[in-house]
């Protein structure tokens, strides 16, 4: 499980749209348009492929949600091989907001299991130093479109 969290200097709603526009541009690449305020996206499924490495792809399922306006933002996927869910929780603070990420995920073949926790621990602190900087990546592309 990877954790991390941030004091950004934006809004809960200017953060929270922005995972919503990420998934929406996501979702409308090859589907069908769905308006930005669709309540529907709560709990809406969908899949996709992506490459990773030279020839290979593998299929997502991906599921949105649940969705909590400005304070709660949650998505998960499954490939053959592995699921994963990872959710943003925002609580507004008096000059800032407070996001905390949290990560989990698992294999789907048990014989695997060791091997990835073995491997997740060893990576851990270098993945939630990642996911942190992409926080601010994110508030530092926020406040540039302001």
């Keep these: 499980m990877y954790k991390a969290e941030a004091r950004l200097q934006v809004s809960a709603q200017e ?15 090859k589907r069908r348009n769905l308006e930005q305020k669709d309540e529907r996206l709560d709990g809406y499924e ?11 792809t593998v299929d997502l399922q991906i599921h ?17 091989d592995a699921m994963s869910r990872y959710f943003y ?12 990420y949290v990560e989990d995920g698992s294999l789907v073949k048990a014989s695997d299991q060791t091997v990835h926790k073995i491997t ?16 601010h990546e994110i508030e530092h592309s926020i406040i540039m479109k302001r």
Excluded at 46 to 56: A, D, L, P, V
Excluded at 121 to 135: A, G, H, W, Y
């Design 46 to 56: 969908y899949s996709r492929k992506i490459s990773y490495s030279t020839n290979k």
């Design 89 to 100: 929780d925002i609580s507004q603070q008096s000059d800032c907001i407070l996001v905390r």
């Design 15 to 29: 953060f929270y749209q922005y995972l919503v526009d990420q998934i929406l541009t996501d979702i409308n690449r």
């Design 120 to 135: 997740s621990k060893l990576k851990k602190r270098l993945v939630e130093k990642n996911i942190e900087s992409r926080l």
């Design 64 to 80: 949105v949600g649940p969705l909590v306006e400005n304070r709660y933002f949650e998505l998960s996927y499954q490939t053959p």
